[in-house]
């Protein structure tokens, strides 16, 4: 009898449950509409973007957009291979994780494993504060103070005055606390089990943090770089005003290049008119870059979910 007693529900449960709390339905909706908002806002953007570039691809072929040659949608002969603008952006994507990646991951590894407490609330906090400096004062910091006071003296005339090096310096600056912060968060909700049992079984805490709780973060580190590679190829003005703009297919760090985003800055302060083909272009090379984006993430998703199967 007692038993029974214990499992019988109280009373109201089940009309609490059908009904809900008050104001619960609204919320609900209102959770629905921010979600139907982010959708509709893709969904125009994906819209306006197919438009235009439909009225590009309409007198340019998809063979010539994608064929091996040069940008050069201003000067005879007129060219739209989309290349060079492609290893623009992956030049500067390259060079930007080469640098960020390791300082990103020793600074988490530090903040995680041997910062104490007091040190890791102060370290942590000015560390974020670097992604609120607005991207045009790094813009000319690289330009000004990394190539023209450092590189140059360096290296001399090997390394244009507008290079892909400064510009990828300062955005590694730049993304460093997206990825040393994300990680490290990552890092610190591993359970704490696995820190014991690998102590317990003699390993040192270096050991610990690289080999135990490096592999059990991986999802979140994954994600830290993934959104440092999607703040690196959105950006502009960085590349605009120190990279150049001279479209060239080279990964190498000391030649100008042109990014894709450079490129449609160009178009987008005037240098193309309205309805000419060179203005729409620059619809194709947005639809470009958005494909780029979405194949980094599921190049991400995929190695994610592999490597989780593996650890687990």
């Given amino acids: 009898m007692q038993g029974t007693l214990e499992r019988t529900p109280p009373a109201g449960l089940y009309r609490r449950r059908r009904f809900g709390r008050p104001g619960e339905d609204l919320i609900k909706l209102a959770l629905v509409a921010c979600g139907m908002v982010s959708l509709l806002a893709m969904v125009l953007i994906l819209g306006v973007l197919v438009e235009g570039a439909a009225e590009f691809f309409r007198e340019v072929p998809v063979t010539k957009f994608f064929h091996i040659g040069e940008w050069q949608p201003f000067f005879e002969p007129i060219d739209f291979s989309i290349w060079e603008l492609v290893a623009g952006t992956l030049n500067v994507v390259l060079w930007s994780l080469v640098l960020a990646v390791p300082f990103g991951l020793g600074s988490a590894i530090y903040l ?53 090096l400064g510009a990828s310096i300062v955005m590694a600056v730049m993304i460093l ?45 994954m994600a830290s770089i993934l ?33 894709m985003t450079g490129y449609m800055l160009q178009v987008g302060l005037g240098d193309a008119a309205r309805g000419t083909i060179q203005y729409s272009s620059l619809f194709a090379v947005g ?26």
Wanted: charged share 15%.
């Fill in 112 to 164: 995680g494993a041997y910062a104490p407490p007091r040190v890791r609330a102060v370290l942590k906090p000015f560390l974020e504060a670097l992604a609120s400096v607005p991207t045009v004062v790094y813009a000319y910091f690289a330009l000004t103070f990394i190539t023209l006071d450092v590189l140059r003296p360096l290296l001399g005339d090997r390394i244009d005055v507008f290079n892909p």
């Fill in 177 to 221: 606390p997206t990825i040393a912060s994300i990680s490290e968060d990552a890092m610190h909700n591993v359970p704490r089990e696995l820190h014991e049992g690998a102590y317990a079984l003699g390993a040192t805490r270096l050991e610990v943090a690289v080999r135990i709780v490096l592999p059990a973060a991986f999802s979140g580190v």
């Fill in 227 to 259: 959104l440092a590679i999607a703040r690196v190829v959105g950006e502009t003005m960085i590349v605009a005003v120190a990279a150049g703009s001279t479209p060239t297919l080279t990964l190498s760090p000391l030649t100008g290049i042109q990014t």
């Fill in 287 to 312: 639809m470009m870059l958005m494909l780029m984006t979405l194949s980094f993430n599921i190049a991400a998703q995929i190695l994610v979910t592999r490597y989780k199967e593996q650890y687990e």
